[in-house]
């Protein structure tokens, strides 16, 4: 149940000392008219709540986050879909001085060699305000592409590549003389983070109504591997239920977005050809809604395997995992960790011809809204998964390494998938417990899951 903090209110949550108790009535709240609204309608036992009722589940947006996060109470047992300053990850510029700052410290504590497990970004500036040194990189690389995104928009609104500072220095007299807006300006310090940072929203559905006026610019990854000539990015699936202690469950199921038209370094205007988001593809004159622009990541994973043999795709693979596990690292120490909170991230993921893979974004709201009848179904699985995981019911014992689609693959440490406590002393047989783009027989491991539950409930103490 969820209250104004102002009124006086006994929570309803778990007392002290004792286990969760199992909940048979969730009422839940949502404004996201989407796969979203179809799995939570459907979800046994869960009834919906409109305007002020009170809630125990709330799926909300951003805007609700930053205007009433600070002001509701909550049970021990509500739940809310975003921690409250996600956009240290979410927000591209942050990601990247954060993910910026981690290598640094990482480099002090132990070493160069570990450090470099962070050099998975491209070369990013923040712009205007690092404007001169960008420029200094630039003159050391002339003749080199880069790519201008604004750092809290989606669906390709916005980006730009160039070659020529002319270019460069054009966006910067249209955005001269421009005083930040209510969303760039510093809150006060009783709403600031330790980072100092500032809040805005951060989705896949939701960036694109802000005024935006900070970008980054970005060393474009200018060899990307092609399949069919076409370019592609991954979207990969990360649910984080706490950050102290971090603990992160990936999801087996994601998928590669074509480009539609084939890839050339000639025409970097042409946005058909660089951006490979679903908003921008399907505007194409000739995009074809039945063949879409999009693999399942069991059918990639296959295909790579196919060209490049298992142990490089388990390489690869082992790389994003990396990535994933870094960059939650990179702002463990700065997201509020509330109790209440969680998280389902959409990571995007770009593969060069040498299958290195660059971390492009991180988006807080991923989009739920299905461009197929086979990426529906992908939503709605990932969705019934992330509601098992985040467990309203309280039906699991916290000690599963799998929930339906969902691998544990980090829980105040690195999981193995190998059953047992993991000895990590040599960390030389040690294999993570992520199973990305394999066989995802969901329905019949939560067949399994919730029978063992059952008869562990039914079996005397």
Known sequence: ??????????????????????????????????????????????VEVKDEGEWDFYWCDVSWLRENFDHTYMDEHVRISHFRNHYELTRKNYMVKNLKRFRKHLERESGKTEAAKCDFFPKTFEMPCEYHLFVEEFRKNPGITWIMKPVARSQGKGIFLFRRLKDIMDWRKGTSGKKPTGVETQPARANMNPSGSHDTRSSDDQKDDLPVENYVAQ??????????????????????MSYIPLRAWLYRDGFARFSNTRFTLNSIDDHYVHLTNVAVQKTSPDYYLKKGCKWMLQRFRQYLASKHGPKAVETLFSDMDNIFIKSLQSVQKVIISDKHCFELYGYDILIDQDLKPWLLEVNASPS??????????????????????????????GKEKRVGGFDLMWNDGPVSREEGPSDLSGMGNFVTNTHLGCDNDRKEQLRQLFRSLQAQKKAPS
């Open 219 to 240: 060393r474009y990854v200018e060899n990307p591997y092609l399949i069919g000539g076409r370019k592609f990015d991954l979207r990969v699936y990360v649910l984080v």
């Open 1 to 46: 149940m969820s209250r104004q903090k102002n009124q006086n209110s006994k929570g309803h949550g778990v007392s002290k000392g004792k286990e969760r108790e199992q909940r048979t009535l969730i009422r839940f709240k949502t404004t996201l008219m989407n796969t979203l609204m179809d799995v939570l309608r459907h979800r046994p036992g869960w």
């Open 368 to 397: 739920l809204t299905a461009s197929s009848q086979e990426d529906y179904e992908l939503k709605t699985c990932l969705l019934e998964d992330t509601l098992h995981v985040v467990d309203m019911e309280a039906r699991l014992t």
